[in-house]
């Protein structure tokens, strides 16, 4: 019987181990390999390898509409930067409160929050109030969406999490004197650095990724992010996939490095608050 169970095991974990090559392997190389090619034999789409290795594919992206790609990481890594700080800074906050407080308001507050998972971005809404303050295709009103989109899903992370934090913390804390910003900052922030790691890995992963919406707020070859330089190589009548690929590895590898390292800690995040709640 033990027997058996192993050889079950065993076949699982080979028939996973075939799905994910053949669902993330063979796209990743199928990308690397068409990035080295020259444009016509690229255009085929095809997974043999290319006759002569173009490893100036990658300069020409770096090189395509005077550098844009420099320009656009460095809006990406600002819009970036700036969204997560916000999320990070008001989404635990809020997380505390709504974890800590039972009352109606609050629950209220954390009914309205959660439906924003469920309740895509309206384009032209969205767009007509950035006007109205003023704000659309500037980097502010850029952050200001990304906060926008990603709050429920990292208030809701941080707000499992609040649960393991022993609630006897905080009252020793109200006995010494502390006010409830102080609690929260002296002691309860401090403690959240497992899930903050894992919100600002997830929330950057995602954010720096994003194409649709800098597409539709952010517009301009001046505010082009990583993303959208992938238009530079698609046209209505002809396109340079080894340039396209040869650009979505260049932007896929920073975040793909990062998501690697700190794996371990994506997960420890996410599941913390699982236990009790």
Known sequence: MQKKRNIRTWIGDIVGLLVCFFIFVIPF????????????????????????????NFVEVFQTNDYQILTAFKNS????????????????????VIQRRKDRPVKIANT???????IPAAILPTIWVMQTLH???????????EVALHTPFTIMLYRGFMSTIPIELE???????CTPFQVFRMIIFPLLKPVTSTVIILDAVTIFNDFTNPLYFFPGNENATMQVTLYNYMGQFSSA???????????????LIIFL?????????MVAGSVKG
Request: net charge neutral; proline share 3%.
């Open 29 to 56: 190389l199928f990308m690397v390999i068409n990035s080295l090619k020259e444009r016509r034999e690229a255009n085929k789409l095809s997974l043999s390898l290319p006759t002569k290795f173009e490893w100036s």
């Open 77 to 96: 890594i600002i819009l970036t930067v700036g969204a997560v700080a916000i999320l990070v800074f008001f989404s635990a906050m809020a997380g505390y």
């Open 112 to 118: 309205i929050i959660m439906t924003g998972l469920m």
């Open 135 to 145: 704000i659309y295709k500037t980097m502010p009103g850029m952050i200001l969406v």
């Open 171 to 177: 009252e020793a804390a109200y006995i010494d004197g």
């Open 241 to 255: 996939y080894n340039l396209l690929f040869a650009d979505v590895l260049i932007i896929t590898i920073p975040m």
């Open 261 to 269: 390292i700190f794996n371990n800690k994506i997960v420890d995040g």
